[in-house]
């Protein structure tokens, strides 16, 4: 999937049951948020791919119910109400009596959420425009931003014009910007204050 593929959200072309590919892609890119946050949340490494499967498997059921919304309700709550009620089935079934410890182990911190989702859907907006992107442009973006280097000192290193930097960084930005817009829609670090 390319840029121009990109023009549509993927919450959007889920939807399509034809297409496998934005659907593959779906799985590639929320199996980490889902998988992560059930390994904070207690999960040993086998129960926490089955209930990750598990969530996936509602959500395909369950999508074309969603309304992207985002005065009513964003996906990622969505998406963790899914994985909070199968987490909380998951240690139901273990224990005899529902409690509200039980509860609170399944709920969270919804701010432990919203930092898994966000950092999660993070890399993989940077991994996939890494991947459309000269070696150069990719060295500039991660000496500067990721790695908070001195514009002029990434300047040197790379033997490129300091403003060849800024403008690497700057193409990268808007190119990760688009492609985060396109895998969630409501990510709060793209958000207007």
């Given amino acids: 999937m390319t840029a121009a593929d990109t023009s549509s959200s993927l919450l959007i072309?889920?939807?399509?049951?034809?297409?496998?590919?934005?659907?593959?892609?779906?799985?590639?890119?929320?199996?980490?948020?889902?998988?992560?946050?059930?390994?904070?949340?207690?999960?040993?490494?086998?129960?926490?791919?089955?209930?990750?499967?598990?969530?996936?498997?509602?959500?395909?059921?369950?999508?074309?119910?969603?309304?992207?919304?985002?005065?009513?309700?964003?996906f990622r709550d969505w998406l963790a109400v899914v994985v909070r009620r199968r987490l909380y089935r998951f240690w139901s079934q273990r224990r005899a009596e529902p409690t509200d410890e039980l509860e609170l182990q399944a709920n969270g911190d919804n701010g432990e959420w919203v930092e898994v989702f966000q950092s999660e859907l993070l890399r993989s907006a940077i991994t996939r425009v890494r991947a459309e992107v000269e070696e150069k442009t990719w060295l500039a973006f991660s000496m500067t931003w990721l790695e908070d280097r001195p514009a002029s000192e990434v300047s040197q290193l790379l033997e490129m014009p300091i403003d060849l930097v800024y403008s690497a960084k700057a193409r990268f930005l808007r190119r990760l910007e688009s492609e985060v817009r396109m895998l969630g829609e409501d990510c709060g670090w793209l958000e207007n204050p």
């Fill in 13 to 74: 072309r889920i939807r399509d049951p034809q297409d496998s590919t934005s659907w593959g892609l779906f799985v590639d890119v929320y199996t980490p948020v889902v998988y992560r946050y059930l390994v904070n949340r207690g999960l040993q490494d086998a129960d926490a791919r089955d209930l990750t499967q598990e969530t996936l498997i509602e959500v395909a059921r369950g999508i074309q119910k969603f309304e992207y919304r985002p005065e009513s309700g964003r």
